[in-house]
């Protein structure tokens, strides 16, 4: 089950509070401190970013408004202060601590904007495209994707590009309670340590595995939405996902034909998807931040770095390291995210959009039998490229995303130089 960030269930966008144990990557320990016990705790970059994660293993948040220490990533604790001076990134900088606090709040909510709002359009047609069997152009580039979605905002207005937004905040807010509530009533750990072990880690992805199964109808009415036309929507409510999902769970609600699928068939697929979105997002996330760190501690240690360029590297490393995670996972797993998602909306009576000329209608009349066949039938009737269909969307996304980190990182650069 794909995630987006957004629309995914990665399960990393939690950020506990005070806490000892550090999320999922225990494959790289955390470096011990000689010093002040203290100095042990605080994190080597400024906390709450919205929609940063926290990477940090065995660390804490210092106090609001406490001076945060540098201490590089790796090598000696007591090596040389990046900044120069020893002082903290507001003093550095001439008194402009708010300014950086507030930069760093704007470049988070940049990166959630684009990666929940200005990127659904490209979620909506990827997904139109993954689930209709019928097209014959696959839209595998850019291109492709940018005229088609131009075709559907010409046709049936912006709409239809920004439908089941809603209900995709939805299905993470039910993920993250679930995760809550399922880790409060049962020993399954929801974050692991440092000092790991297979035990641990089968638990910790036990419980990743109760949670989508337990948000698994409310995906599915969310998929619908994102995917049904906007031509034949009757204006659904925000909360009709909610409802469309409890239905699902206990077969009551709109009726369905007898395609449907039953939940228990789709627990696998589901799952499957899941926990490796997850395990391959932790593990790029984590490989990407610490070589980052790496680089920005060397860089530091042969020339010397500027205040504007420490505090630049105190905050973009983790939503480069997010980006990453969520382009690796998403490439790799889109074959799979195809015959997930077909099979979701199979026996829904769905009607979506008409990928190849922009207007007109298609009905969903898949007959598959299982993910075994479904994954014959794609490659058989549609070739290897059929698990592929609106895959151009991504490009679109995540080329957008990228461009959206590097404006930011820009004007943030030129906030801090003219408040130097």
């Not at 679930?178 to 750990?189: H, K, N, Q, R």
């Not at 969520?326 to 979701?344: K, M």
């Not at 991504?394 to 943030?412: F, G, S």
Request: neutral net charge; contains cysteine; aromatic residues 8%.
């Amino acid at each position: 089950m794909h995630p987006r960030r957004p629309d995914g269930f990665d399960g990393l966008g939690y950020r506990g509070g005070a806490r000892d144990e550090p999320g999922f990557g225990g494959a790289f320990p955390a470096r011990s401190f000689s010093s002040a016990s203290d100095l042990s705790r605080w994190v080597t970059s400024p906390p709450d970013i919205p929609g940063s994660r926290n990477l940090h293993w065995a660390e804490e948040s210092p106090p609001r408004g406490a001076p945060a220490p540098c201490t590089p990533p790796e090598g000696p604790a007591e090596g040389p202060c990046p900044g120069g001076s020893g002082r903290s990134g507001g003093e550095g900088l001439g008194g402009g601590e708010q300014l950086n606090r507030f930069a760093g709040f704007g470049i988070g909510l940049a990166s959630l904007f684009t990666e929940n709002v200005l990127a659904h359009p490209c979620i909506v047609l990827r997904r139109q495209c993954q689930v209709n069997y019928h097209a014959r152009h696959y839209h595998l580039t850019p291109f492709t994707v940018i005229n088609i979605m131009y075709s559907f905002n010409k046709t049936q207005g912006p709409r239809a590009l920004w439908k089941g937004m809603g209900s995709t905040f939805i299905v993470q807010g039910i993920t993250l309670g679930a995760e809550g509530i399922i880790s409060e009533f049962t020993p399954l750990p929801r974050e692991i340590s440092h000092k790991w072990n297979p035990k641990q880690i089968g638990e910790h992805l036990l419980l990743k595995s109760l949670t989508y199964i337990v948000a698994m109808p409310f995906y599915s009415a969310s998929l619908i939405e994102t995917v049904q036309s906007e031509i034949i929507r009757d204006g659904a409510g925000i909360l009709e996902c909610v409802k469309e999902g409890i239905g699902r769970a206990i077969g009551l609600g709109v009726p369905h034909s007898k395609r449907l699928l039953p939940l228990l068939s789709l627990v696998f697929p589901t799952v499957l998807h899941g926990v490796l979105h997850y395990v391959i997002s932790s593990v790029v996330q984590k490989v990407v931040l610490l070589i980052l760190k790496r680089k920005a501690y060397d860089g530091h240690l042969a020339e010397g770095a500027s205040p504007v360029q420490s505090m630049l590297d105190a905050y973009f490393p983790e939503l480069i390291a997010n980006f990453a995670a969520s382009l690796c996972s998403d490439v790799t797993l889109y074959p799979l995210e195809t015959v997930l998602h077909r099979l979701h909306v199979q026996g829904t009576r769905t009607i979506i959009d008409n990928t190849d000329l922009g207007y007109e209608v298609l009905p969903i009349n898949t007959q598959y039998e299982g993910v075994r066949d479904c994954v014959n039938t794609i490659r058989q009737e549609e070739g290897a490229l059929g698990f592929y269909k609106g895959f151009g969307a991504v490009v679109v996304q995540y080329t957008l995303h990228a461009a959206v980190l590097q404006i930011t990182k820009i004007i943030y650069s030129t906030l801090l130089q003219n408040s130097a």
